[in-house]
């Protein structure tokens, strides 16, 4: 097979694939068989016509396209592993030249472009030093906490004065359009300063006691007339304020399984200092990803990015075509850093020669399903049947090298070494990983168990 590799960008390559007659002999071979599997032929067994036969009553023609069809993408995978090419996205195909008789010379000739993953220089991280900040908790810190579980045991009680910033009022509404009512809600409880609704209603409540009722001027947020102006009536039915236990032993033994309230602080600071301990583990992972892409510049694949920042755009507004200039800014922005750390990690993981075993992934698998309250074996069943199990593979081959790299690195706070064998786990446990072969054979296991079905039923008929 001869392998000729243009570069049309640093992110994009088009492959010409000669293929030798000796090589595509054994796709024709194996489409003759698949074609015999489902023709009847007079004199001969289904599934055991002979291959010229096939060739004679058929056409070499047909099939030549059904070898093609299957000999393309797996010379292409041979193509890209011996080049060392990293796609990012599926490739477009140009079948150019193709045997047209079994004694034709011509050799199968395909193009094949795709955008690619840019040649990524990466630092030697033996040696590497990366300076983070240090876990604090502060007193105001434990405070916040104690009063978020305070409000958590809060009660609402009639007031007799007028409406302010916190409390809760029971509110009537009425919209309308040139005079004509167009939306009204009765009995809806509205905590004031949390403008979760109307424009201006916060404003208008404000100084309001029950029984009083005023009119502004707002902007209908949902429903025909979204977006357009109205008049809106509110009226307050009643005002209820948050009342809050007194923070003291009672409280503590009520709300926690502590009889102090010297206690419950002491275990809320504690796990503040866990937080913030976790805190320092993300921006460790952050400042590492950095340090790697350090005076590195790295082009990402155009159309890889396009599709990606659409996605991004419909979990922004309802309508990614009415995206404003900000959204889309924010959307490219996001989408770049994404998928330059997620290439850096690619290049990391080959770098470490990371394995990934079949657990590996299976168990990264079933934690996704788990999450999503699906059955662990059926989803995994269903990523192998829909051909993702290679991104599976590759997701959980970015985090191991990812791990493994921090692992190797040496991280401070002022100065002090940072223990984060917490978080990033023994390194004892991936030297024993089997290899990332193992994942991708499950999917080839999954494929003979069809292919195995489909020939049972072949032969039943």
């Known amino acids: ?152 045991f809060g009660t609402l009680v009639g007031v007799d004065r007028p409406a302010a910033k916190g409390d809760f009022a029971n509110i009537d509404l009425s919209a309308e359009i040139d005079g004509e009512v167009v939306d009204s809600q009765e009995g809806v409880s509205y905590e004031l300063g949390s403008n979760t609704m109307l424009d201006g209603l916060d404003e208008a409540l404000d100084g309001l006691s029950a029984g009083e009722e005023t009119t502004f001027e707002g902007t209908l947020e949902a429903g025909e007339h979204e977006g357009q102006k109205a008049q809106v009536k509110v009226k307050v039915n009643s005002v209820k304020a948050e009342e809050l236990p007194e923070l003291n032993d009672e409280f503590a033994s009520e709300a926690s399984e502590f009889d102090t309230l010297e206690e419950l602080k002491a275990d809320i600071r504690k796990a503040a200092g866990q937080d913030a301990e976790g805190r320092q583990a993300t921006e460790a992972r952050d400042a590492f990803i950095a340090k790697l892409q350090e005076g590195l510049e790295i082009p990402v694949p155009k159309g890889v990015k396009a599709n990606m920042v659409e996605e991004q755009l419909k979990g922004m507004t309802p309508d990614p075509e009415k995206a404003t200039k900000e959204q889309k800014d924010e959307a490219e922005k996001t989408v770049e850093k994404d998928l330059r750390d997620q290439m850096v990690l690619d290049a990391l993981a080959e770098k470490l020669d990371v394995k990934v075993s079949q657990s590996d992934v299976f168990n990264f698998l079933a934690s996704i399903a788990q999450q999503y309250g699906m059955d662990p074996n059926a989803f995994i069943q269903a990523i192998i049947k829909n051909g993702q199990l290679g991104s599976a593979v590759q997701e959980v081959g970015r985090s191991k090298g990812l791990l493994a790299g921090m692992r190797a690195v040496k991280f401070t706070a002022d100065g002090e070494v940072v223990d984060l064998s917490g978080f990033l786990g023994d390194a004892a446990e991936d030297e024993e990983a089997e290899s990332v072969e193992a994942a991708s054979a499950a999917a080839a296991v999954a494929d003979e168990l069809s292919k195995s079905d489909e020939d049972k039923a072949a032969d039943a008929e």
């Open 1 to 152: 097979m001869k392998i000729s590799v243009r570069n049309l960008e640093p992110t994009k390559v088009k492959l010409t694939v000669t293929v030798e007659p000796e090589e595509l002999d054994p796709f024709l071979d194996e489409a003759r068989k698949e074609i015999a599997k489902q023709v009847n032929v007079p004199g001969f067994r289904k599934g055991h016509v002979p291959g010229k036969i096939i060739d004679q009553r058929f056409g070499f023609a047909a099939v030549a396209g059904e070898a093609v069809n299957n000999a393309v993408p797996e010379l292409y995978s041979k193509a890209l592993e011996e080049k060392k090419i990293h796609p990012m996205a599926q490739p477009e195909f140009d079948v150019q030249e193709v045997p047209q008789s079994a004694k034709d010379e011509t050799k199968l000739k395909f193009v094949a472009t795709v955008e690619r993953r840019p040649v990524i220089e990466l630092p030697e991280i033996d040696g590497m030093e990366i300076a983070i900040s240090k876990p604090e908790v502060k007193d105001e810190d434990v405070d916040k906490r104690l009063e978020a579980l305070r409000q958590r």
